[in-house]
């Protein structure tokens, strides 16, 4: 069990979850937050899968320009048959509007899996260990497949860059533990703990202070 969080690491969440809202990101915390309350469906583990291969390296806006073309060439991401049924016709229109061979066959191979083991099973995989689960496809690695995992509902925070180095400047010793200390605490999703804080670091450039700030406070 991680820590319980002290009142200044509370306080500074709370700081930092204003600052995201008032600079227009609302609705992208309301969204993670729904996210574990949506049913899994085909078409959303398709098109939560396809974004986030899409995105690897990628800028959000770079993919948002390109994602409809490569929805539309795979059958609209529907189902695992329409991707399979969408054949070589559908891959090369796909690399069409998204110029990337490793990264379209990783979504049609996402495809594939879906239609050949069928939802059911999906979501068991997801059930037992999501992240070591969706690690099976390309371009899903330890920090992406996370991500995948939480965008499909998972309670789980994502350990990229920039939460690794909050979690270090907060005094936790991984990126979960902070998150759900900070859950545990104020009643938010660790998903939405974790959107908070990676948010602000796209945000400030100083996004350690406050985290350092709250670490010695509570040490004081």
């Known amino acids: 069990m991680p820590p319980p969080a002290t009142d200044a690491l509370v306080d500074a969440y709370l700081d930092l979850k204003d600052v995201v809202i008032q600079r227009g990101f609302g609705r992208e915390l309301f969204w993670q937050e729904r996210a574990a309350r949506l049913p899994l469906t085909e078409p959303r583990f398709l098109r939560e899968g396809a974004w986030v291969i899409l995105s690897s390296g990628m800028s959000y806006r770079a993919v948002s320009r390109r994602f409809g073309g490569v929805a539309s060439a795979l059958g609209n991401l529907r189902s695992g048959r329409?991707?399979?049924?969408?054949?070589?016709?559908?891959?090369?229109?796909?690399?069409q509007a998204f110029n990337h061979e490793g990264k379209i066959d990783a979504i049609t191979a996402l495809g594939r899996h879906l239609n050949d083991e069928g939802l059911a099973e999906?979501?068991?995989g997801l059930q037992d260990d999501p992240v070591r689960y969706l690690?099976?496809?390309?371009?899903?690695?330890?920090?992406?497949?996370?991500?995948?995992?939480?965008?499909?509902?998972?309670p789980i925070a994502k350990p990229d860059r920039h939460l690794i180095r909050i979690a270090d400047a907060a005094g936790f010793s991984s990126v979960g533990a902070l998150c759900k200390a900070i859950a545990?605490?104020?009643?938010?999703?660790v998903p939405v703990v974790d959107l908070v804080a990676w948010r602000h670091a796209t945000l400030d450039?100083?996004?350690?202070?406050?985290?350092?700030?709250?670490?010695?406070s509570s040490a004081g």
Do not use: C, I, M
């Open 82 to 95: 329409a991707v399979v049924r969408a054949g070589e016709v559908g891959r090369r229109r796909a690399l």
């Open 205 to 216: 450039s100083d996004y350690l202070t406050a985290w350092r700030r709250a670490a010695l």
């Open 184 to 189: 545990d605490a104020v009643g938010d999703p």
């Open 122 to 124: 999906v979501q068991k």
């Open 135 to 154: 690690q099976r496809f390309s371009y899903l690695g330890p920090a992406t497949a996370a991500h995948l995992a939480k965008n499909l509902g998972a």
